[in-house]
DNA sequence: ATGAAAGCGCTAACAG
DNA sequence: CTGTTAGCGCTTTCAT
């Protein structure tokens, strides 16, 4: 069924059915009620092609995230998908697995879709393939660190700060031999963290232990590895700094199975503060991002993008930081204890 | 950059073009190839819109999931996206929070977009919408129990056989007073689980009792609720059985709040069987089930009706039942104890 | 093997 | 306020 049966049936022109669509106000009372009656009773929907065709315009957008398995990740896109949603704009969500590959793949369906815009979430991309996107009229909107670091509109956090306070508050517990797991990716984000890390224990006067410093895939099993080979070491870590809570899911799964005892013989600090880490026994301590923010804060920009576009008015580069703060829990030991320890 | 301009600039109608892309083999080899070069060297990609409003086929799937924090349905998304887009076809994502409301306008906007086919996970749906996708020519699958029983093609578990198996577990264990918590959704399914809760019961000439059946939020923060309640009753149960991991966390996390431990003074099964359920202190037993594989599985059906759809051929109504099995942890104890407890 | 031209369904400028 | 009509970019007959 298309427009012009809807014409021919409310005994008008395709066009008068056109506008009850899209300027109603344009239309008399009388013909409107008649046209809007016969598109209900026939349940008649304008063809999105032919829509498309005239308007290039979507009302869609795309979200690249890493690893739809880390609730962190997941977190993210639900805030964004919130506001999208709400705004009445669709949201495909594009799992990248941390391949710049799938990335660039994905980035194709979008271009050829129309999508209006794209918020890359810890991508991988270069310069080069915002600039693509940005060419073939596509807003684009980062989230966390990308490694296309160019000036798009970005929401983050300080990830060298994070690292810095938290690695800070294991040294305050009284920790010196400390390590730190970090994600393949995202990768960006992680550079800073070990930044954050190495720039703590410099402060405190510790010397860096190359061994100590360990990459892995940014899961629960990653986690076990770089755990495993942590405890085999000589001289084994007193405390471990992952890069996400998922890897600290896996570090402490390792500890466990070496028969540790967490913090006892052995701290754990997590990244991300997703809703599991304070199922974990003991409760993971942790550094909490505001990952539904994030989402929500990316969306908005992004939408603004796309509508200031629209009106021809070009956007200043904008730059969101949001602040993360430390969850104390039990798995790294507890401040009042500190005097025990010396 | 349209075809019109790929043509001139090859010295070619705008037919042969659009011959080059739809049918190679139609073409010249000299004229093809010269083609070709232009279309590669000035990246020049056909309109999305014009092309479908000719084909009508968009090579885009939906698929609806009640919440997308419930790592147990992104199993099953993931199954399902890998396989779509090994196929070439996009998949929409579409969280619908349990609500019938949030369904139905999903399922308008995805019949406006004119996708090909849609999953449908445990969906709230009644027989009348999926009526009308299809007469929108939308391909129906269904994994789970649906509420809209219709004949479409469908990929489920006996829900009914895996609530049995697993409450029979506990009776085995030597529980007599078993408790179980129940998702508001996804509602079909948690019915099946109910009656096979009770047959077990039944069957050990275990009388029911209307207090030991909760229905709850299908969250981790439903499953604490849920158990503080059975916590607080004057004759506390033993044992319980949720209907997904999910809630199963929450109660473990209620159980250890109020200083019981698992599963000496209560036991604790859970349902699903996602990643993080043996990161559990202790292990969680619990159902499990190959999340992987129904989506897996719901995508190949989905596939196989929208392309034999396209060949005119109706496929016949098929249903895939796939396997479930008890994953024995630690939170239910041990068989070897059973003697101990007579 | 190629080109001319008729649509696909809709929007919007233009004319009345 | 409404109708006529020319596109939007592409595919596909039908000729040649």
Same mark, same amino acid.
């Given at each position: 069924m298309n427009i012009k049966e809807i014409a021919r049936k409310a005994n008008v022109s395709v066009a008068t059915v056109s506008r009850v669509l899209n300027h109603p106000e344009n239309v008399a009372p009388k013909t409107k009620e008649r046209v809007l009656g016969i598109i209900n009773e026939l349940g008649y929907k304008p063809n999105w092609f032919a829509r498309g065709l005239n308007f290039n315009k979507t009302n869609t957008i795309g979200l690249l995230i890493p690893n739809i398995l880390n609730p962190a990740y997941v977190e993210i896109a639900k805030g964004a998908e919130d506001v999208a949603n709400r705004k009445g704009y669709t949201t495909l969500l594009c799992i990248t697995e941390g391949e710049v590959k799938k990335e660039r793949k994905y980035i194709q369906t979008l271009i050829d879709r129309r999508i209006d815009g794209v918020i890359l979430v810890s991508?991988?991309?270069?310069?080069?393939?915002?600039?693509?996107?940005?060419?073939?009229?596509? *807003?684009?909107? &980062?989230?966390? +660190?990308?490694?296309?670091?160019?000036? @798009?509109?970005?929401?983050?956090?300080?990830?060298? $700060? #994070?690292?810095?306070?938290?690695?800070?508050?294991?040294?305050?517990?009284?920790?010196?031999?400390?390590?730190?797991?970090?994600?393949?990716?995202?990768?960006?984000?992680?550079?800073?963290?070990?930044?954050?890390?190495?720039?703590?224990?410099?402060? *405190?006067?510790? &010397?860096?232990? +190359?061994?100590?410093?360990?990459?892995? @895939?940014?899961?629960?099993?990653?986690?076990?590895? $770089? #755990?495993?080979?942590?405890l085999g070491l000589w001289?084994?870590?007193?405390?471990?700094?992952?890069?996400?809570?998922?890897?600290?899911?896996?570090?402490?799964?390792?500890?466990?199975?070496?028969?540790?005892?967490?913090?006892?013989?052995?701290?754990?600090?997590?990244?991300?503060?997703?809703?599991?880490?304070?199922?974990?026994?003991?409760?993971?301590?942790?550094?909490?991002?505001?990952?539904?923010?994030?989402?929500?804060?990316?969306?908005?920009?992004?939408?603004d993008v796309i509508e200031s576009k629209n009106d021809g008015e070009m956007m200043a580069m904008r730059e969101i930081v949001l602040q993360s703060k430390l969850k104390i829990r039990k798995s790294c030991g507890h401040k009042e204890r500190i005097s025990e320890i010396f």
């Open positions: 991508s991988l991309l270069e310069d080069e393939d915002v600039k693509e996107m940005k060419k073939q009229g596509i *807003a684009v909107v &980062l989230i966390g +660190e990308n490694k296309g670091n160019s000036k @798009e509109p970005i929401v983050r956090i300080d990830c060298y $700060a #994070a690292a810095f306070m938290a690695v800070n508050h294991l040294l305050e517990c009284g920790h010196t031999q400390i390590a730190m797991i970090y994600g393949r990716v995202p990768e960006m984000e992680n550079k800073n963290k070990i930044e954050g890390y190495e720039q703590a224990l410099l402060e *405190a006067g510790i &010397l860096k232990n +190359e061994d100590y410093l360990i990459k892995e @895939e940014n899961t629960i099993e990653g986690g076990y590895v $770089a #755990a495993r080979k942590l001289k084994m870590p007193r405390a471990i700094f992952t890069t996400s809570d998922l890897l600290a899911f896996g570090v402490i799964d390792a500890i466990r199975d070496a028969d540790l005892t967490i913090p006892d013989e052995i701290a754990v600090m997590g990244f991300d503060n997703i809703r599991m880490s304070n199922l974990m026994e003991p409760k993971l301590t942790t550094v909490a991002l505001p990952l539904h923010r994030m989402g929500l804060s990316g969306a908005r920009l992004l939408l």
